[in-house]
């Protein structure tokens, strides 16, 4: 997976903030994509490109059980959200939906990318490598059961053992 | 092993289960509302055009229904999702849906417990974050996002990873002008909003022995705001006994070995707590209400699974009684039939002689539906969860939350107030 990297270094990036409440009621996964992130950056949605990633601060997608934050992301082009840490839902709905990647970094990668990197990341290495820095850092492995829905393409791919 | 993890190995065939296993558990009952009960539909039409049949739910009797989000119809967009929902329970054979305007209805959260939805012991998952408020009945509640759900509706079982216990043990005796939201805000402010990601936070001690259930429902429903995956109190008299006033079905109340592993223990002193509030723009955010008390108010919200239920609208309206709010008033009861006891009891008559508007059982301002939505600047207090930017309208307006007394003082002096502030 390659892109260019768009950050934005705060923590606890919620759900009404990834697509606002008012939104809940479409489920048309395009029309959806059209507001990502509208609650903190309108200039998002022109700038982002097919395969890019997010990069932001800890408990990512905190708030609401809206699948409709990662399918916004996905949508909009978002192919990995990299971030210190994920909220429990939106880490769930991120894999068992197949829409986007939830990739821990540590404090090295999130302070080291810098917005409009170009990035390449390698989940069977579990590396992000910064093009533009000359850089790699490691993500955090998935677990196991992530690993097996994620390689499935989503839990309704997936048979458990 | 906690009460959670027992609830887990049960539903999931094992003897022991520990924090930090993964399990597919079965599970009891689930909830989807209008918002996510579309996205489940969306997600077995995808599943239907890929060459799968799906004739049935893995079990009709453990699917419930609300309407709660954009009702009444907002728009023609919420009027086809509530057609999506009739649909739905007519092809799967669901008997349990909440429709509005037809008797009770009311919020997920708030219907999950009064009309004994779920069970205590049981294994109940939601298409909403909120889900955790159930847990005050003593079972494992957990919201999930519409793939999950409808994986659940095929499959009736969904892994889990069973989450460390955090234990907050509440001693004292509750001080009359403080109420459990008061508790849960200094909680979520002290510890911040990630303390409990991907954890349990469980609730014990003196105070919750003497606590209403309507009042524990509000400390389970916020563990969502820490980031917890479930919120829990063990069953005690006053559970077991609120439950059989609402259903006969039988039930297996679930405790906690006396050994059991709390990943940490928190102990809180209620007595000593002063009135609180979360200002925008995250329920960490917190502060004493008389620290803001310069602060002027547009709008005082009572509603909400958080807030409208009957405890809450009662309190409000002790506070509020006799006096006229200085600001827009909005109450919603949470339901149906809190609205309808609000009524018979006289606390309606308290809010529309105090000015107020009341409002339909709805998610409504909360969530930024409809209902009283803000402005840009404008300035709310309310008895909701969330203070987001743009949470409850304008990405700009401000919401701050706090207890329905704080927020029914509040509504009467047009500043931010604590309840001991209220003359007369």
Same mark, same amino acid.
């Given at each position: 997976m390659r892109g260019k990297v768009h950050k934005y270094a705060r923590d606890n990036i919620d759900t009404d903030v990834i697509i %606002?409440? %008012?939104?809940?009621?479409?489920?048309?996964h395009n029309e959806l994509a059209k507001h990502a992130m509208e609650g903190l950056d309108r200039e998002f949605v022109k700038k982002v490109k097919k395969g890019d990633f997010i990069l932001a601060g800890r408990n990512f997608g905190c708030g609401s059980s809206r699948e409709h934050a990662p399918i916004a992301l996905s949508y909009a082009g978002i192919s990995a959200v990299l971030a210190l840490s994920f909220a429990r839902i939106f880490y769930r709905n991120a894999v068992d939906g197949a829409y986007l990647l939830p990739i821990e970094v540590g404090e090295d990668a999130y302070n080291g990318i810098e917005d409009g990197d170009e990035l390449e990341i390698d989940v069977e290495r579990n590396e992000v490598r910064n093009l533009s820095k000359g850089k790699v850092y490691a993500m955090k492995p998935f677990p196991p059961l992530i690993k097996r829905i994620v390689d499935a393409g989503g839990l309704f791919n997936y048979t458990p053992e | 092993m906690t009460i959670t993890e027992k609830i887990l190995a049960r539903a999931s065939n094992r003897e022991r289960v520990a924090a930090g296993d993964v399990v597919f558990a079965n599970v009891d009952k689930v909830m989807v509302h209008d918002v996510s009960g579309p996205g489940v539909m969306m997600v077995l039409r995808e599943l239907e055009r890929r060459g799968k049949r799906i004739e049935k739910v893995w079990d009709p009797d453990r699917v419930w229904i609300a309407e709660d989000h954009f009702v009444p119809a907002v728009d023609k967009i919420a009027a086809e999702n509530i057609i999506t929902l009739e649909r739905m329970s007519e092809r799967f054979g669901i008997k349990k849906h909440f429709r509005y305007g037809m008797g009770q209805y009311g919020i997920c959260h708030t219907l999950s417990h009064e009309e004994a939805m779920v069970l205590p012991g049981e294994v109940y998952v939601g298409g909403d974050s909120h889900t955790n408020t159930t847990g005050a009945l003593g079972c494992f509640a957990t919201g999930m996002g519409h793939t999950d759900i409808a994986y659940v509706l095929m499959h009736g079982k969904i892994w889990f990873r069973v989450p460390e216990t955090l234990l907050f043990k509440l001693e004292g005796h509750i001080p009359p002008y403080i109420m459990a939201k008061d508790i849960i805000l200094k909680i979520i402010g002290d510890n911040g909003t990630d303390v409990a990601n991907y954890k349990a936070m469980q609730f014990a001690g003196s105070a919750i022995a003497e606590m209403p259930m309507d009042e524990r429902f509000t400390l389970t429903n916020m563990t969502t705001e820490a980031g917890a995956k479930n919120g829990i109190i063990e069953p005690d008299e006053r559970t077991i006994a609120y439950v059989k006033e609402r259903t006969d079905r039988p039930f297996k109340a679930v405790k906690g070995d006396e050994d059991a592993e709390y990943e940490e223990v928190f102990t809180y002193e209620v007595d000593k707590l002063e009135p609180i509030v979360a200002k925008p723009?995250?329920?960490?955010?917190i502060a004493y209400a008389r620290e803001l008390s310069s602060v002027e108010i547009d709008k005082a919200y009572i509603g909400s699974c958080t807030g409208a239920k009957y405890t809450d609208l009662l309190e409000a309206a002790r506070m509020i009684k006799g006096k006229k709010a200085k600001v827009r008033l909005e109450v919603l009861p949470a339901s149906q039939s809190i609205y309808m006891r609000a009524l018979n009891d006289g606390l309606l008559s308290i809010f529309l002689e105090a000015g107020a508007v009341i409002g339909p059982p709805t998610c409504g301002a909360c969530c930024g539906a409809h209902m009283g939505v803000l402005a840009k600047d404008e300035v709310c207090i309310s008895t909701t969860n969330r203070n987001f930017p743009g949470r409850m309208g304008h990405v700009e307006s401000k919401t701050y939350l706090a207890s329905p007394k704080v927020v029914a003082a509040s509504a009467v002096t047009g500043r931010i107030t604590d309840p001991r502030d209220v003359v007369g």
């Open positions: %606002p409440g %008012p939104y809940l009621k479409i489920m048309d | 723009y995250s329920p960490a955010n």
